[in-house]
């Protein structure tokens, strides 16, 4: 029991951070481009409970990763509604990224201060160790979530830039895949090689990257909490 108190200590703000301000960020740049939708229903905020979907909430938990409920947004609104919709779709997986990239830097911090006399303090050690796998786990899920919505399928966010850049017979032919998006993305990552072949190695490479010495804490962070 206490290490799953733990677990989950480690896991919940940074998971909370990683799909709640990747939803705000949608809705925040669809208002700059027009639409208020997301403001007028509350969504602009970071409060949890305005975002969270309890399945995608429980699969952060299981699988190491989830997701919100999506910020509604009206195309309509836009003033060209094609093109502001790419940059709204980007605003998410982006937002990850900086996430991801703070996260390393914070890492790196980190890894300065175990070299010098700070790192050999009890006190220190006793607040760096879950500070560092909260940061770990963080790189991670940021990195994960910014990759992963980026696949080119609707409902994800890669499948709205391609929609977006298509000519628009062909995004009209690619947005009718949507009501089965789901389905083909949990077939491509549970029943395919997607996985081991393409999206594992992307983050993968971006994780030891980012984290560049401090990589083994990542690794460390995600034997702890997923067992792997």
């Known amino acids: 029991m206490e290490t799953l108190i733990s677990k989950i200590a480690i896991m919940l703000v940074p998971a909370l951070f990683a799909i709640i301000l990747h939803e705000v960020a949608h809705g925040y740049v669809a ?25 995608g909430t429980i699969a952060i938990f299981i699988f190491g990763f989830g997701w919100a409920r999506p910020v509604p947004v009206n195309p309509g609104n836009f003033r060209h509604p094609r093109r502001d919709m790419i940059w709204v779709a980007i605003a998410g997986p982006m937002t990850n990224l900086t996430l991801a990239i703070l996260s390393a830097l914070l890492l790196r911090g980190f890894g300065l201060l175990d070299l010098s006399s700070i790192g050999d303090s009890q006190i220190y050690n006793q607040f760096a160790t879950p500070a560092k796998m909260m940061l770990g786990f963080s790189l991670y899920i ?10 080119p399928l609707p409902p994800l966010d890669g499948g709205r830039v391609l929609t977006g850049i298509l000519p628009e017979r062909q995004a009209i032919l690619v947005s009718k895949l949507e009501p089965f998006g789901f389905v083909l993305i949990l ?33 460390q962070a995600i034997r702890f909490l997923f067992g792997h």
């Open 31 to 55: 208002e700059k481009f027009g639409d208020p939708t997301a403001r007028l229903l509350g969504r602009l905020t970071l409060n949890p409970i305005k975002h969270l979907d309890p399945i």
């Open 187 to 219: 077939f491509l990552v549970f029943f395919t090689d997607v996985w081991s072949l393409v999206l594992g190695p992307i983050i993968n490479t971006l994780v030891i990257f980012m984290a560049g010495d401090q990589t083994r804490l990542v690794e």
């Open 142 to 151: 940021n990195i994960l979530l910014g990759v992963f919505n980026l696949i």
